[in-house]
Every structure is written in structure tokens, then in C-alpha cells.
């Protein structure tokens, strides 16, 4: 079995106050490559917290989180922001795209700020991700000019820039229409079918969670179920149109 | 940094209306303080070369600096004495001419001597107390500028008649003289003497030209009933700047009250000094206020894009990159400021040296000013300062977000 890309040990995160609120309390998860979760849990339950804490967003109270089984609870800010940046890809439910920048500058930013490719690589890269996810015909529009889910579209285009071995993604679909959220449901899929991703994703569609390979249900912050569904990735593909989707996304 | 300065552009540029109004105010600010740097040390400045040019850089009179003491005050150190009268001084610098010799071999600049004198001049009926000084024409264009402030007539024209004078032009419009017109000089000593207009100046003081006249040193020496005496000795230093060490020198050497032009004018001097604290303090002031707009600006983009923020460190952006694009527009808007500044400040002053006026005190119709690189660099280097100063507090507080109380609280 490979080694986990992410592991989390006895991570608990607690919001001090008058009242302390515990957020996310003793999971202990671990991911490994390729593989496609689901977080679900009603409201409130700590399923965006615990998403957070694995993507170094947030530190954790108690526990720690391994990335790459490197402990990060001790890493400097810098070297948290290093690890988000090179090995971490994020999608939010909102898109979370800079409204002034077109959206192919806007799949640039990562790359820029990794500062690993050279400008003309970068630009060729950014063109080529939107591409393979069927934003051709909008490199240099603004995210304003664009339907949610060409949005959301660009946010895993961004998320992919530089080569992340794990994509996070908090309610991905949370903000879209049905053939929207199959879409981007379908680029996720692909994302771990064809690029050999792995792929976190905070849900509360138990439909969408269903057809995932492993579902981690949260309850009051606890890891209620960690379970494998058992479903072959693309045995069910859900209504909408993800051709010309992840399946062309170039690698590096 | 070209990320850094890319995302910082497009901020700014897309705050247009906002940008434009936080670089007006730096430019405001600068362009205000090169103009008054530039009027205020412009004024300044004409106004010492004035008194320099006006002025002797050294005046040595008769007069001791430390009054001589008493022979019972040298017998009886405790002792102290009250309504005791001074011993009687014979006017006049003692032996004049040996006292400029021993100064010629030292003082760096010409020497003339001279005799302050005052008399009433009297002419067509009318009685004015002037002041009279008795003059070598030869030594005197060395030392003073009286021979360029000719406007009729020369120095030498004071040989041409055995009593002749050069009167201010003022005076001599006041009194309806003209050349050749013959007066009488009485003195305080009751020497009473015709003198003839042989020239007329013109200083550019007012109360110099209403007021003085001159005449040879033997003339004046006539009207003081001595003859022979001379009670002050005027120099013109190489570099007027060292007057002041000069003349405590020759104070030391000669006993004699020698005093420079900046203690003459010590007065003004301070009043210049203090007009530069103002003036600095006003400038500062300007800049400070340019600078709040800055803050308000760099303030209102942190405050607008804490959703960006959190979600460039969400991509992992470090707090420096975040911090530094805050700062960056900071100083855009600073830089764009002074530019505009510099050139809006110029205008400002060619167009302030441009303006014509009248002062009763003197010729003066343009105002002076000094364009000087020293008030340009000063003034964007404040603004600068400033900018960076206004930006780096919203910038640090940008970097200090926590990406996840945004992320959270989004829709």
C-alpha cells in the first residue's frame, strides 16, 4: 500500500472563547494517491473545518497532520504556504477567482508565485489547463463574464497549475445548477481516473458521495464512518456533459 | 516581484477614481512643498546676499567692547563702586591708519576707513538730520557697492568741489536737489559748511537712500571738528561666511567693537531661522495629510479585498508577498504622486517667480525663489516616506488575515 499523502493524527481543533467550541475532535484520517473522498455531515458537523486542517489552511489545537509524512504542526507559516502551494490544489464552493484578472492570469497566480516555470510557460500552461476543460473561447474574459460553472471551471483549472498531487475541494458544487454540478463532478472524477490524482471533497450530497470511492462521514466533529462505497470510478456518470473535461488535461 | 507588482497595478488601476484622488493629494502635497521651499529659501536667500552686499562684512567703531575699567576697580578687586563717571574717551579709532596696516596682513578681503558722522542738511528751507560718511573713494569700491548704486555722477565726482556730497536719490528728490545744487551741513559739533550735490546713488533701501549722504573722509572729519579721525573701519571679507570668526579676531586683537554682519543682523538671522522651522513644520504638515489619503486609499483596497487576500494565501501566497503588494501600492500611488508633484511644484514657482509686485521697502518686483534639487528630493522623499508609512499598516494587517475566518464567512 502506498504511503499516505496526507495523514491526520489525533487532530483536534477547538475555537478558544468563554464557551471553547470544538471544531473537529481525535481524527485520525489518512489519504493515500489516487484516491477520490467524500467528507460528508449535516450542517455544522466540522466537514469544511476538518478540509481546512488537511490543507494546512487552519492549524490544529492538538494532534498533527503529515504531508508527504512530514509533520507540519511545527513548520513555519512560510513553509505551511510552501507545502499549500506546490503540493495542494484548493476549490471552493465559491469560486474564489480575483475579479480583475482574466481568468487565464488568474490560473497564472500559482504558477507566478511558485515561480518555477518561466512567464511563457506559465502563459502556455494556464492556456492549455483551460483548455482541456473547455474554456478555450474565454482566456481573456474576466470571471464575471462567465457562467458558475465556467467558474468553478477555472477554480480547478487554477487548483491544477501546479500539479498538485491532491486537490481539496470544499463543497465544490454546493453553488450550482444539476448540469453544472455534473460538470465539475465529472472533472473531479477525471482528475483521479485519468491524472491520477487525489481528490478531497467536502459534500453534502450523499448522491455525489455515493459514486466516490471512499466516504468519511463527520458527526459533532468526530469520524462517525470512514468507508469504502465500493464504486468503480465511471460506472455512473452523472446527468450533464463532462466531455472535453479533466480527460485532456495536460501533464507536466 | 513582477507578480507582486502586477497584482498591485491592477488594484490600483481598477480603483481608478479613488487612486487618482490619493496621488492628487501627494501631488498637492509636494507640489506645495517644493513651492514654499523654494519661495520661502528664495526670499531667504536674496535677502542675505542683500545684506551682504549692503552691509560692510565687518564693521570695526570706536566704540569698546567691555567698557574700560575703573583704576579703583583694578586696586580693589572685592570692592564695588557705584556713581562713578568714565573716563573721558577721545573719539575716533587711535591710530587709524596703523591699525589697518596690521589688519591688511591678515584680513582675508579689503579695508577702508570711514567717518560715521550726523548733520542737518538744510536746503530750500527745509532741515533734515542726515547721516554723513566720510569716505576714501579709492578703498571704498573695494568694500561696499555704493560705486554700481551710482545713478548720477561717480565716486570721483566727490573731487570735483572741495565739499562735495553724493546724496540717496530719495533724499535728494525730497529736498528738490540736483546736481550742483549747493547745501549746508551744520553738526552736532557746530560745524556749519556749503556742500554741493556732486552725484546721487541708489541702494534700494528706502531708508538709506532717504536718509545718507556721502562725502570725502576729510569733509566728514571737518564737520566732526577733528581732524584726522577715523571711527570706523569697514571690511569686505573674501567669503562673507567667516565674518563672524573674523571679527571676533580682530575684536581680540584691537579692543575695538568689531562686528560682523550676522551679529549686525542677528536679529533677522533668528527670524529666519524661526521662519524655517515654520516653514518645515508647514511642509511636514502638508505631506502628512497628503499621506492620511494614502492610508485611506491602501485602506479601503485591504479592506475591499480580504476575500482576495484569503484566498491568494489559501494558494499559498506568503504573508510577505501579500504584504509586499500592499506597500508596492502604497508606493505607486506615492511615486505617481511626487512625479506629478515635482512638475505641478515647478509650474507653481515659475508661475509665483512670474508674479509682479510693489514693496514700499524696496525695488524688489518679483518674488524670489530658489529652484534648488535638494527641495525636490526632500519633498518626494517625504511623500515616499509617507506612503510607505500609510501603506504598510493595512499591509500588515492584510498579511496577518487569517485566510479560513474569510473563507468561512464568504457567499
Known amino acids: 500500500m502506498s504511503p499516505p499523502l496526507i495523514e491526520a493524527r489525533k487532530m483536534t481543533k477547538v475555537l478558544p472563547g468563554e464557551v471553547p467550541v470544538t471544531l473537529v475532535a481525535d481524527i485520525d484520517l489518512a489519504i493515500a494517491p489516487r484516491e477520490f473522498i467524500a467528507i460528508t455531515g449535516p450542517s455544522g458537523s466540522g466537514k469544511s473545518s476538518l478540509l481546512y486542517l488537511l490543507g494546512l489552511l487552519d492549524l490544529p489545537s492538538r494532534g498533527d497532520v503529515l504531508i508527504d509524512g ?148 463527520i458527526i459533532d466533529g468526530r469520524l462517525a464512518q470512514d468507508e469504502l462505497t465500493h464504486r468503480a470510478l465511471g460506472a455512473s456518470i452523472p446527468p450533464g456533459d463532462s466531455a472535453g473535461s479533466a480527460g485532456q488535461a495536460p501533464s507536466r | 516581484m513582477k507578480l507582486v507588482l502586477s497584482i498591485a497595478w491592477t488594484h490600483v488601476r481598477h480603483r481608478a477614481r479613488q487612486t487618482l484622488v490619493a496621488i492628487a493629494g501627494v501631488m498637492t502635497g509636494v507640489a506645495f512643498s517644493v ?216 575684536g581680540e586683537q584691537t579692543g575695538y567693537k568689531a562686528i560682523s554682519w550676522q551679529e549686525a543682523q542677528e536679529d533677522l538671522l533668528s527670524a529666519i531661522t524661526l521662519r524655517n522651522i515654520l516653514m518645515y513644520t508647514i511642509v511636514g504638515a502638508i505631506l502628512l495629510v497628503a499621506s492620511f489619503g494614502t492610508y485611506n486609499i491602501i485602506s479601503t483596497i485591504t479592506h475591499e479585498k480580504t476575500r482576495d487576500i484569503a484566498i491568494l494565501k489559501s494558494l499559498g501566497f506568503r504573508d510577505r508577498t501579500i504584504r509586499a503588494i500592499f506597500i508596492v501600492e502604497a508606493l505607486l500611488i506615492g511615486l505617481t504622486g511626487a512625479a506629478l508633484g515635482w512638475v505641478f511644484g515647478y509650474l507653481l514657482t515659475r508661475g509665483l517667480a512670474s508674479l509682479e509686485f510693489k514693496t514700499p521697502f524696496s525695488d524688489y518686483n518679483h518674488l524670489p525663489v530658489l529652484y534648488s534639487l535638494k527641495h525636490y528630493l526632500l519633498a518626494g522623499a517625504v511623500a515616499l516616506v509617507s506612503s510607505l508609512v500609510a501603506g504598510y499598516f493595512p499591509a500588515r494587517a492584510a498579511a496577518r488575515l487569517h485566510p479560513v475566518d474569510i473563507i468561512r464567512g464568504a457567499t
Open chain 1, 70 to 217: 512530514r509533520s507540519t504542526t511545527a513548520m513555519s507559516e512560510e513553509d505551511r504556504a510552501e507545502v499549500r502551494l506546490s503540493r495542494l490544489g484548493f476549490v471552493f464552493q465559491f469560486h474564489f477567482l480575483l475579479p480583475e484578472f482574466s481568468i487565464a492570469e488568474n490560473v497564472a497566480l500559482p504558477m507566478r508565485a511558485l515561480g518555477r516555470l518561466s512567464p511563457r510557460a506559465i502563459s502556455q500552461r494556464a492556456e492549455e489547463l483551460l483548455t482541456s476543460l473547455g474554456l478555450a473561447d474565454h482566456l481573456r474574459k474576466t470571471p464575471d463574464k462567465l457562467s458558475g460553472g465556467q467558474r468553478q471551471r477555472v477554480a480547478v483549472a487554477r487548483a491544477l497549475a501546479n500539479d498538485p498531487p491532491v486537490i481539496l475541494a470544499d463543497e465544490p458544487t454546493g453553488s450550482l445548477d444539476t448540469a453544472a454540478t455534473a460538470q465539475v463532478f465529472g472533472i473531479l472524477r477525471d482528475l483521479v481516473l485519468i491524472r491520477g490524482k487525489t481528490v478531497v471533497a467536502v459534500t453534502h450530497d450523499l448522491n455525489l458521495a455515493a459514486q466516490m470511492q471512499r466516504r468519511v462521514h
Open chain 2, 35 to 250: 513651492m514654499m521651499a523654494a519661495m520661502m529659501e528664495g526670499s531667504q536667500d536674496d535677502f542675505i546676499r542683500t545684506l551682504v552686499d549692503a552691509l560692510p562684512h565687518i564693521s570695526i567703531t570706536d566704540e569698546l567692547r567691555r567698557p574700560s575699567r575703573q583704576p579703583a576697580d583694578r586696586v580693589f578687586a572685592a570692592a564695588e563702586f557705584h556713581g562713578l563717571i568714565p573716563n573721558v574717551r577721545r573719539p575716533g579709532i587711535k591710530n587709524p591708519m596703523a591699525t589697518i596696516a596690521s589688519l591688511q596682513s591678515w584680513v582675508p578681503g579689503a579695508l577702508t576707513a570711514s567717518v560715521q558722522s550726523k548733520a542737518v542738511l538744510r536746503y530750500a528751507g527745509r532741515n533734515l538730520t542726515v547721516s554723513i560718511i566720510g569716505i576714501d573713494p579709492h578703498t571704498e569700491r573695494e568694500v561696499s557697492t555704493l560705486a554700481s548704486h551710482m545713478r548720477q555722477g561717480n565716486l570721483n565726482s566727490l573731487y570735483r568741489s572741495s565739499h562735495a556730497i553724493l546724496l540717496g536719490d530719495r533724499l535728494a528728490a525730497k529736498i528738490g536737489a540736483r546736481v550742483n545744487s549747493n547745501l549746508t551741513l551744520a553738526s552736532a559739533q557746530g560745524v556749519s559748511m556749503n556742500a554741493t550735490v556732486a552725484g546721487t546713488f541708489h541702494s534700494g533701501f528706502r531708508a538709506t537712500d532717504e536718509t545718507t549722504g556721502y562725502v570725502l573722509l576729510r569733509t566728514a572729519q571737518i564737520l566732526e571738528r577733528q581732524t584726522g579721525i577715523i571711527n570706523e573701519i569697514r571690511i569686505r571679507t573674501n567669503d562673507p561666511m567667516q565674518a563672524r570668526l573674523i571679527s571676533e579676531r580682530i
